[in-house]
């Protein structure tokens, strides 16, 4: 059994077969696929995939940096308003709790009110009476509600889609005064509508999340603000993070140390980089590497670096549709091609395919709790 830790089922490439794609993935032996967010875009069409194969599909959350530009903000808000709903959906019952035993201290203090107000009108003793019984009727009233309130929100949990809390309808229509804080919401077109229908149960990752100067760097303020703010968002959510790194190592590394209270962990997707570079991002987090199809290409120094890093941390993947491995390499890439990845890093570290299966499938489920 293997795991791919990133693919793309729903990118245009691979969207029109992705069904038969995840049926071929299943018949080589990967038996689940983790795929990576990229932006509002997308995002309906994963979710749409991912629902229809639990268990088998987990997905990440959130904001690829080569999508970040001039509707940032906007994009992590949305990146945001998701991981609150998602954490609601789960905290609900607790809220619950919490609500009722505001309620009872509430009726309590009602209580102290009314007497000071007797005391001033001076009709002490049977007024008091009358309104003791009054905030009693009343205190049974209100548990009575809470109780109404507890059954209404378990009966919500069951369907996220038909979630009745502000936070959920206001994500459903991100142009509704919430975002009035980010003006540029109402006047920019681009951040999609989500789809919260087939929203997943949970996330696995903050991902793929990071920083990319290869389109150039116009954009690279911006992008560690980005990075910086999701860092801080997979702390909260207690999940790893998936990185995607291109030209921008230094600055990866300023942003990294600054975050290093945050204690970190996830994995560098699509290693391609020095044992030297690995050991640095492991001076501030605790990093795995995500080893795909260019380790089998031929002029890649990779194989050099892989012999130095613990089988413990490296994870398969693909990046699907694009980096295939050699004999695939420039044409379309999809999770079925992952046991080739297997078999080169098998070869690299002098173990047999099925040890590698082992360890690296071990290595994903620790990672993302799948
Ligand atoms: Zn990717």
């Known amino acids: 059994m293997l795991i791919d830790t990133h693919t793309h089922f729903y990118d245009e490439w691979l969207l029109p077969d992705a069904e038969e794609a995840i049926s071929r993935a299943l018949s080589a032996g990967v038996s689940k696929m983790i795929q990576a967010d990229v932006d509002s875009t997308e995002r309906p069409a994963m979710w ?69 107000t007797l005391d001033q009108v001076q009709h002490q003793k049977a007024d008091q009476v009358l309104h003791i019984a009054s905030a009693d009727r009343q205190a049974l009233e209100t548990l009575d509600q809470v109780q109404h309130q507890k059954a209404d929100q378990a009966q919500h949990i069951t369907s996220a889609d038909r979630q009745t809390s502000g936070t959920l309808d206001q994500v459903q229509h991100p142009n509704q005064p919430q975002t009035a804080n980010h003006p540029q919401t109402t006047t920019h077109p681009k951040t999609a509508k989500t789809d919260f229908i087939n929203m997943p149960e949970r996330f696995v990752a903050i991902g793929e999340i990071g920083l990319d100067y290869h389109e150039g760097k116009e954009f690279a303020k911006e992008q560690k603000e980005v990075l910086r703010l999701q860092f801080e968002l997979a702390a909260k959510m ?91 390499r420039g044409k379309r890439n999809e999770s079925a091609y992952l046991p080739i990845i297997a078999e080169k890093v098998a070869q690299i570290k002098g173990l047999s395919i099925d040890e590698t299966a082992d360890i690296t499938t071990r290595n994903a489920e620790i990672l993302f709790g799948i």
Not at 268 to 290: M, P, Q
Request: net charge negative; charged share 20%.
């Open 48 to 116: 749409a995939i991912g629902q229809k194969h639990p268990g088998v599909i987990f997905q990440m959350l959130g904001l690829y940096p080569g999508s970040v530009d001039s509707n940032w903000q906007e994009e992590l808000d949305q990146v945001q308003h998701i991981a609150s709903a998602v954490r609601q959906t789960s905290g609900t019952l607790d809220q619950v709790q919490h609500q009722k035993a505001d309620q009872v201290q509430h009726i309590a203090s009602a209580d102290r009110q009314a007497l000071e």
């Open 238 to 328: 207690n999940l790893p993070v998936n990185i995607h790194l291109r030209d921008a190592w230094e600055d990866f590394f300023a942003v990294l140390e600054d975050c290093r209270h945050l204690h970190l962990r996830g994995n560098l997707h699509c290693f391609t980089a020095s044992y030297e570079i690995y050991e640095r991002a492991n001076k501030w987090a605790d990093f795995s590497v995500g080893i795909g199809g260019v380790v089998t290409f031929k002029n890649s120094n990779l194989a050099k670096t892989l012999e130095r890093i613990p089988m413990e941390k490296i994870l398969l993947e693909t990046d699907a549709p694009y980096l295939a491995p050699v004999p695939w």
